[in-house]
């Protein structure tokens, strides 16, 4: 069993929780706001990133590491600066409608079938 510290409560510690949780819900509440009217649509097709990803995920902690994922569809090289790495390059996430960071439909459309739109490239070596 994990045996924990009480937590320390205190004027301090109340304010501090109360104004955390405030601000982490009217994020959320815009965030999701965001979402569902989709008003930075041209920002978020420049950046081939999903409603999801776009609005929503905007917080995505990664670790400190100098991260190198390629293209899931062409192969490229894609280096990051932490964990945080997207699942396509930006031109494959274009010419596909897909969202660059997961790999998802740009406009949530759900397909049982997925097939290329252009012929990718052949994958370079890895
Ligand atoms: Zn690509
Ligand atoms: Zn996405």
Known sequence: ???????K???YSVQFRTN???RAA???IAAAAGYTSDNQRKVRKAQGLC???FYMQNDRVGGTECTAQPCGLCGVAQHFSNT???ALCLQ??????LCKRCGGDAEGRVRRIWKPAWPAPPKSPR
Request: hydrophobic share 35%.
């Open 51 to 53: 409603k999801w990803c």
């Open 92 to 97: 494959c996430a274009v010419q596909e409608q």
């Open 84 to 86: 945080c790495t997207d």
């Open 26 to 28: 009217k994020e959320t």
């Open 20 to 22: 955390m949780w405030d």
């Open 1 to 7: 069993m994990n045996h924990r510290a009480a937590a």
């Open 9 to 11: 409560i205190d004027s």
